[in-house]
C-alpha cells in the first residue's frame, strides 16, 4: 500500500526567490523530503528557480504594507486570502517562517485544526530577546 503524500503550506511574505536563509532553508529542506507534496505562499516576481523547488506556486494577491497604520487591516486582508487558500489546499500541516510577521499571523489566524511547524530565527529571534 503506498502512502498518502504529506501535504505541507508554506511561505514567506516576499519576493519569491533564493535571497535570504529562510528562503534557503525552506527549499533545500522540501526538496530532499520523499512523499511531501508542499505549496508555497510568496510575492511576484519569482525568480525561475524558485518554481521547481515546490510542487505548487502561489503568488499571494493582498498588497502588501509593513509595520505601520495599514498594518492591521493588511493582516485583516491577509489573513482572509490565506484562510481560502487553506480551505482550498487543506493542508496535513503548515510550516510559518518568520514568527510574528504578517503571513505567519494570518497562517495562524486561519490554521484552525491544521498543526502548525516554525522555526524561530534571524529578525524574530533578535526581537524576542529584546522584549523585556
Known sequence: MTAKPLIILTGINRT???SS???ILVGDLYRAMPNTHTTFL???PVHPVWKTAFDH???LSTTKQPQGPGFDAYVDELTQEVGKLIEQIRPDAIHAQNVGFALS???SRTADTTPIISIAHGPEVMAAGSVQ
Request: glycine share 14%; hydrophobic share 40%.
Open 57 to 59: 506556486l502561489i503568488p
Open 42 to 44: 510568496g510575492r511576484t
Open 105 to 107: 499571523l494570518a497562517l
Open 21 to 23: 536563509g529562510s528562503m
Open 16 to 18: 519569491s526567490e533564493p
